[in-house]
């Protein structure tokens, strides 16, 4: 078993509907985004297109952060899921300057005492902030209490346009695997032998 | 299409070159106090001053240390970083420090006179040895930030940390500190030496990074042309090597005291500088650069 993505970049609408699951589902606070979707507008005028790219922690086999984490706070899962525990996290940020995808991101101290909407938290940020700690980097986890129970990771339930697709790399059979052959998977960086488990297709 | 990337900062949800923004000012400290400690330590050990040792620990210890502390995001925790010495330089680098302690203390406990005190403050010193270029290779091994990684950076270390000592060395001995076992016309002349391989790994250091791709090109634009040129022709060349190396010539080892202070000042404000940039520059490479959507 080996848990990736498929990421169709022709479907996407950036319409950042992954972001703010991911956000619900996570319940992070203000300005910490697991997955986020970034444009770029390529060409002249006037013949300019905008296009999205949705990018998350890539959950690499040969993951940099986990071999610079110096506490053993990142570590991996026989699922091939990269997953940080917080008890065990220094906040050296080392995995952050680590990581080629920039996909980490620390939690500065005191930042769980703020939410939305200043010193006042609604209910829902009261009961999510207790699953995180300041002082510490996180990242997505690919949802890995959904995954655990079979259900989809947030953002994958959630897309309109069916952009992202979850499941196992190394069954030949499953859609990730079907789609990244059919139409050339391409990863992020490829260069670096990372070996990301997140897929794009061009 | 790299051509096209902009630099993007902060949060913003753009394709493009991002700049690190974690690692900065008390990192910073933490590379200088440690190379500077180091480099008194070693050199100390050579010139047999027991003073310069001491000072060396407490600079590596209450610098370099403290600094790691105050950067840390949970400090009580800092003692785990030691747990992965196999594969993190971070985790190497508190051991190095440990060891370092635990030696050059035994060393300066010894009576003196004693046999053993060579043996164990040259152990001591090949352990400060590795806590003043291990930070160059903990950059180094990070493939995500070009200017970072190439051989140069853990050379340029040990040359700084080598010239932090010596110059903290020659001011310990102007001011009456310290006897130097060695004459203080060979160390002025050593100090001369390596201010000018500084310049030189600097000057090679910028030749190469320009060739290490677009990021590299976006880090090395913004330390000569962005935002950092004037701290770095001003402070960490102008000031740190070539006012150094300059006073350091023709004052020579008879200068005043307060020529040397000024020369102390002037390299350690330099070597504060240039790594300070060096982590300031650090861009990532854009993630699709190579990616045709």
């Known amino acids: ?202 | 299409m790299s051509k096209s990337m902009p630099l993007v900062e902060g949060n913003a949800y753009v394709l493009g070159f991002r700049q690190q923004v974690e690692w900065s000012a008390l990192i910073a400290s933490a590379f200088f106090f440690g190379k500077v400690g180091a480099g008194l330590f070693m050199i100390s050990v050579v010139t047999q001053s027991r003073l310069g040792m001491l000072l060396g620990l407490l600079i590596v210890v209450g610098g370099k240390g403290g600094a790691h502390l105050l950067y840390l995001g949970q400090p009580w925790r800092f003692w785990r970083g030691m747990s992965r010495p196999g594969s993190s330089w971070v985790s190497r680098g508190l051991w190095a420090m440990t060891f370092m302690v635990v030696m050059g203390g035994w060393a300066l406990l010894l009576p003196a006179g004693s046999s053993l005190f060579m043996p164990v403050a040259v152990i001591a010193a090949l352990f400060a040895f590795v806590v003043a270029i291990y930070d160059g290779f903990l950059l180094t091994s990070s493939n995500a930030i070009p200017i970072w990684n190439t051989a140069l950076m853990p050379v340029m270390c040990m040359f700084y940390a080598f010239l932090g000592g010596t110059t903290m060395t020659l001011f310990l001995a102007h001011f009456g500190f310290i006897q130097l076992a060695i004459g203080e016309r060979l160390l002025s002349a050593v100090e001369m030496a390596l201010l000018s391989v500084n310049l030189l790994i600097v000057i090679m250091y910028l030749a190469t990074s320009v060739t290490a791709g677009a990021a590299g090109k976006t880090s090395f634009n913004l330390l000569v042309r962005g935002p950092y040129a004037v701290p770095f022709f001003a402070l960490a060349i102008g000031v740190g090597l070539v006012f150094t190396l300059l006073m350091t010539f023709f004052a020579g080892s008879d200068a005043s005291p307060g020529v040397v202070a000024l020369i102390t000042v002037a390299d350690l404000i330099g070597h504060y500088y240039i790594f300070y940039l060096l982590l300031k520059i650090g861009v990532f490479k854009p993630i699709f650069g190579q990616l045709k959507i």
């Open chain 1, 1 to 202: 078993m080996h848990y990736g993505m498929v990421v169709d970049l022709k479907r996407c609408v950036g319409c950042q509907a992954c972001t703010i699951a991911c956000k619900s589902e996570n319940g992070t606070p203000p300005g910490v985004m697991y997955t986020k979707v970034l444009d770029q507008v390529s060409g002249e005028y006037p013949n300019v297109r905008k296009q999205f790219v949705p990018v998350l922690c890539n959950h690499c086999v040969n993951a940099p952060c986990q071999r610079v984490c110096p506490t053993g706070a990142t570590y991996k899962r026989d699922d091939g899921l990269v997953l940080v525990d917080h008890d065990k996290c220094m906040g050296c940020r080392a995995c952050y300057v680590a990581c080629p995808y920039n996909n980490r991101i620390f939690l500065k101290r005191g930042r769980l005492k703020q939410g939305y909407h200043g010193k006042v938290m609604t209910p829902y940020e009261a009961v999510k902030y207790k699953e995180h700690q300041d002082g510490i980097v996180e990242k997505c986890k690919f949802c890995s209490h959904r995954v655990d129970e079979g259900l989809k990771p947030a953002c994958v339930q959630t897309c309109p346009a069916d952009a992202r697709i979850f499941g196992d790399l190394d069954d030949p059979n499953s859609t990730v695997s079907r789609l990244i052959r059919s139409r050339g998977g391409v990863q992020a960086l490829s260069d670096d032998n990372t070996e990301p488990s997140v897929y794009y297709l061009s």
